[in-house]
């Protein structure tokens, strides 16, 4: 199994930037993709950004503002947010996905982005 354990959320004001990162433990041999998945207050849990090898898929909702990087060498993936706006106010979870389908999950950072 793989785990996931993740740092960096905060408060901010809008315009800031924080960076978020989660590194992976376990078997981390088997993951074959990572991203970051936000759920905010009365809302369903979305994705912002999932990276497969070469490709990240990002929420058009952050494109241009937010970037996910990986560094495999240390089975850590960060995601670099800036010119945040309130709402982008959420719990941000890390995600990785293992050869099986399956499917691990972060205990969540949160993001708080005041107006």
């Known amino acids: 199994q793989v785990q996931l354990v993740e740092s960096g959320g905060g408060l901010v004001q809008a315009g800031g930037s924080l960076r978020l990162s989660c590194t992976a433990s376990?078997?981390?041999?088997?993951?074959?993709?990572m991203g970051w998945y936000r759920q905010a207050p009365g809302k369903e849990r979305e994705l912002v950004a999932l990276n497969r090898g070469d490709y990240t898929n990002y929420a058009d909702s952050v494109k241009g503002r937010f970037t996910l990087s990986r560094a495999n060498a240390e089975n850590t993936v960060y995601l670099q947010m800036n010119s945040l706006k309130p709402e982008d106010t959420a719990i941000y979870y890390c995600?990785?996905?293992?050869?099986?389908?399956?499917?691990?999950w972060g205990q969540g950072t949160p993001v708080t982005v005041s107006s």
């Open positions: 995600n990785a996905v293992s050869y099986g389908a399956n499917v691990a």
């Open positions: 376990g078997r981390t041999f088997s993951i074959y993709a």
